[in-house]
């Protein structure tokens, strides 16, 4: 039996990408720019990153990823920790496109388009394995990673993506 989604999921998925996310950081490699709490300058220029609050960032994480990206209709907690992650890391439209791959690789027929809609949500709902369609999420995120050719990132890029969200253990 997997692990549902209840009250206080967010607050467990967004203690797992705080843990994941770390403080601030100006590195000239990161496409980003200056961030911190995963919170970019690139993405929110009107932010001054430095002076971020961690309350301001969850509150980020609340309205432009968690709810936007529909976190909390996904059934399993451990695949909606991670994929709250993924679209804080590589935005929403990548994270959706390797949910929608993860789903129809474990028999699913969605549009892989970016966009995780109704159909999407109740695809990954309706796969019988929870942990294999985690696992197929983890493959597509690091076929992603692989693909960008930042090597400097790569190791925690591939460590981001198996951490277990020990905040969902009771």
């Known amino acids: 039996m997997c692990a549902m989604v209840d009250r206080g999921a967010f607050e467990e998925a967004v ?4 843990r994941l996310e770390g403080g601030y950081s100006d590195s000239p490699i990161d496409p980003g720019g200056e961030t911190k ?18 309350e301001q960032a ?8 968690w709810d936007r990206n529909r976190c909390s209709e996904i059934a399993y907690a451990p695949l909606a920790c991670h994929y709250l992650s993924a679209c804080v890391n590589v935005g929403p439209t990548v994270a959706a496109k390797a949910l ?13 388009d970016g966009i995780a809609g109704s159909r999407t949500i109740a695809a990954v709902n ?3 394995d929870a942990g294999l369609l985690l696992n197929a999420f983890f493959a597509h995120l690091l076929e992603h990673y692989l693909g960008l050719g930042y ?20």
Do not use: M
């Open 58 to 65: 969850e509150g980020i994480y609340r309205r432009d990823f």
């Open 126 to 128: 309706a796969v019988a």
């Open 15 to 18: 203690a797992f990408v705080l």
């Open 100 to 112: 929608q791959r993860a789903a129809n690789s474990n028999g699913a027929c969605v549009t892989v």
């Open 151 to 170: 090597d400097a990132y790569l190791k925690g890029w591939a460590r981001r993506v198996v951490a277990f969200p020990k905040e969902l253990v009771a």
């Open 37 to 54: 709490f995963g919170i970019s300058k690139r993405r929110y220029p009107h932010l001054n990153i430095r002076e971020l609050t961690q």
